[in-house]
């Protein structure tokens, strides 16, 4: 099998998008600290949206509790019409199925290659034998070379994953993501340790996995400039609350102030 194998019409994606929806959501984690405070939002299928918000606003609680890694003390949480507070076992792990992730720090294995990396994205859709003996059908690895070549990492697949970048390894991990053709994408502040024009060259890939696969992408931000840039939509998460949500493109620096409990400073913007 050759790379060249990535153009011949396999699609990373080929299921209707899923919505999302939270109705009187809460987290109280076991030291008692509120994660989320009643969140109730829908989001719609093939949305975009940018969730903004100091550490500890809440936004990676919401991310993990939609995607079931942390528990809602109350109220529901629905993506695509199936709840996730409560599931557990087979189905948990099935609807995961459908839910690319997306981490600050890559989650990637070093010492293996990008392709065996990107190949992780399909370990819900595939055989555990297979698994345990790397024996991927010859339809995963067309997608994995597929999700390559969308994030322009197709020339990395036989590196080594420690070889890369910063920006080629988050590159890497929006790949794998793609390669479960995930009816959501949700990202965990990727672009936070990533210098400015990797930080948009990796908004641009999430931006066009949205735009051209209709894929809904959730993606937390610290910074305005992005969350103003990408988002269609943005949500201002505070002390566990949303305390904005509105158009993305049109929000003010006083709805920022009010979002981050001061006025906005540079540290907040990309461009410093």
């Known amino acids: 099998m050759t790379t060249g194998s990535a153009t011949r019409g396999v699609e990373v994606q080929t299921s209707a998008p899923w919505g999302i929806r939270l109705d009187g959501v809460s987290v109280r984690y076991p030291n008692g600290t509120m994660g989320l405070r009643d969140v109730s939002v829908d989001i719609a ?30 109220g529901s949480v629905e993506v695509g019409g199936r709840r996730i507070d409560g599931a557990s076992g087979r189905r948990l792990r099935e609807t995961r199925g459908h839910i690319g992730m997306v981490f600050q720090s890559f989650n990637l294995a070093g010492r293996t290659s990008v392709l065996n990396n990107v190949l992780v994205g399909r370990l819900a859709h595939t055989p555990l034998w297979r698994t345990l003996l790397g024996a991927y059908r ?35 991990a929006i790949a794998r993501a793609l390669t479960q053709q995930p009816r959501i994408v949700l990202a965990d502040e990727p672009v936070a340790s990533l210098d400015p024009p990797t930080a948009r060259g990796v908004m641009n890939d999430l931006r066009r996995i949205n735009d051209d696969l209709g894929i809904t992408v959730l993606v937390n931000l610290h910074l ?41 400073t540079a540290a907040d913007r990309l461009e410093r």
């Open 45 to 74: 299928p093939g949305d975009l949206v940018a969730v903004v918000g100091l550490s500890g606003s809440g936004k990676s609680t919401l991310i993990r509790t939609i995607n079931g890694l942390v528990p809602a003390t109350s």
């Open 224 to 264: 305005l400039d992005l969350a103003r840039e990408y988002g269609t939509r943005m949500i201002g998460m505070r002390a566990g609350e949303i305390v904005y949500d509105g158009p993305a493109a049109s929000a003010t620096d006083a709805d920022f102030a009010e979002i981050y409990g001061r006025s906005v």
């Open 138 to 172: 010859p339809e995963d690895r067309e997608l994995a070379f597929e999700a390559l070549d969308r994030v322009g990492m197709l020339p990395k697949v036989w590196d080594r994953a420690s070889a890369l970048s910063g920006g080629q390894q988050q590159r890497v």
